[in-house]
């Protein structure tokens, strides 16, 4: 039985996903879901064990916030924006214990109702490159207001061989890895935050 809820909700998330890369294509950023192994490429590297907040930019399906879930943050230390209506409706049905907040991450802060810098990581599966700059630069400083002195900011993009794509100065990329096994592949770029 749990084997055909999880494919429902699979394929419950894959509609979603279609319906909104028609509708915002600039928004959405890829032409398919992200794959498990990119999830969890992406998810060792959030700081574990954590004492402050995870939070993920850019929630889509869920892919990335099942893998999440799976390397032990507990739902009640992860934190999940999603700009998109339909996707947030996808994200709170297939996540009903977690904090699935429906904004846009230029209001970070606001949304989080933190200034304290007391996030550990900021995962982001934001299509950066393909957003204005202001956009890029208002991102930069909603997560240098919450992230913590030499916290993580862990960003994937499609641009394999481009150089790395900071929203904020005040992150230094201290590793890269390619995901061959993802459609297309990716790269995850790990950036800490100094001041």
């Known amino acids: ?13 894959l509609v979603v996903f279609l319906r909104e890369l028609l509708l ?41 916030t099942a893998g999440l879930l799976a390397r032990g943050i507990a739902a009640d230390k992860l ?52 957003l204005p700059r202001s956009t890029v630069r208002s991102i930069g400083k909603e997560i240098d207001r919450v992230l913590e002195q030499n916290g993580l900011f862990i ?3 499609y641009s394999l061989f481009s150089s790395p794509l900071s929203p904020s100065t005040n992150l230094r990329r201290v590793h890269k890895q390619y995901v061959w096994w993802n459609l297309p592949p990716a790269r995850v770029d790990v950036f800490k935050r100094h001041n």
């Open 1 to 13: 039985m749990p084997n055909k809820k999880k494919t429902k909700l699979t394929h419950s998330g």
């Open 24 to 64: 915002h294509p600039t928004a959405m950023g890829a032409a398919c879901p992200s794959s498990n192994k990119l999830a969890r490429s992406i998810a060792q590297h959030v700081p574990m064990p954590t004492d402050n907040a995870i939070v993920e930019l850019g929630g889509g399906t869920g892919v990335i």
């Open 79 to 130: 934190a999940i924006i999603e700009r998109s209506s339909a996707l947030t409706h996808h994200l709170r049905k297939r996540f009903p214990d977690l904090n699935i907040i429906n904004g846009d991450a230029c209001q970070l802060s606001q949304l989080l109702n933190t200034e304290s810098h007391s996030i550990s990581a900021v995962v982001s599966s934001l299509p950066l490159r393909t």
């Open 155 to 157: 960003q994937f993009t």
